[in-house]
């Protein structure tokens, strides 16, 4: 079956402009996460929904960053008044439920943001 | 809070020799244990995990960790590398939060 799918794949954008990053997770997920990966770094917690709300936003390192999942399935990682050092890949992943009982995240392929 | 360190960046291997990537972990809690693999240009997939039970797990492509909680540690292992196992992997611990902590990475490079 289809897996987790971000897009775009590639983002050039400019210091000070609005993006939106696009993940749809796997069908029948519940629990979407979305991560941050710098260069020669692991991935970094931002966000996680259960359904439509977001169960734990800690990650989110400021309010220029917000994200949306209105419909329980697509979410959309909004980030304001880009930075240069908001360039990374931002990984999305889903799980069947919550991770917390130690279930697997499936990770989409990730969107380069690149800020010039 | 929770913590992982994965101690090397790189590790070079022989192809046919023992791999193994350190993993030391830190937690308040139970932790889950993780190894992800990434390819390039490719998302994060699951070699294998720990939750509860038994502590020798084995995972996809012949690798295997053991958890050692007296020794915080995760560490992976496979007897014989194979050239197409040269990636990134990541270490994760995950507890009653939903997040994943994830170690900065170790690049395995397999050589002939």
């Known amino acids: 079956g289809a897996g987790v799918s971000q897009t775009p794949s590639n983002k050039v954008t400019e210091k000070g402009k609005y993006v939106e990053l696009r993940c749809d997770p796997i069908s029948g997920h519940t629990a979407l996460y979305w991560y941050r990966q710098s260069l020669g770094q692991g991935p970094e917690f931002l966000i996680y929904f259960q359904g439509t709300g977001a169960a734990d936003d800690s990650g989110l390192p400021n309010d220029r960053f917000f994200a949306v999942r209105p419909e329980g399935s697509v979410s959309t990682l909004k980030i304001q008044r880009t930075e240069r050092g908001d360039s990374a890949v931002y990984l999305c992943?889903?799980?069947?439920?919550?991770?917390?009982?130690?279930?697997?995240?499936?990770f989409g392929p990730g969107t380069r943001l690149t800020v010039l | 809070a929770q913590s992982v360190t994965q101690l090397g960046s790189h590790v070079s291997v022989s192809e046919g020799a023992l791999v193994l990537l350190r993993c030391n972990y830190s937690?308040?809690?139970?932790?889950?244990l993780f190894w992800y693999v990434q390819y390039p240009n490719q998302g994060l997939q699951l070699l294998l995990k720990y939750t509860t039970g038994a502590t020798l797990v084995k995972g996809i492509n012949g690798f295997e960790a053991e958890f050692k909680k007296s020794e915080t540690s995760f560490h992976l292992t496979k007897p014989s590398a194979h050239m197409s196992d040269a990636a990134e992997y990541f270490c994760?611990?995950?507890?009653?939060?939903?997040?994943?902590?994830f170690g900065t990475g170790t690049r395995l490079q397999v050589t002939l």
């Open positions: 937690s308040s809690v139970p932790p889950y």
């Open positions: 992943a889903s799980s069947p439920q919550t991770s917390g009982n130690g279930n697997e995240q499936f």
């Open positions: 994760a611990v995950g507890g009653t939060a939903s997040k994943l902590t």
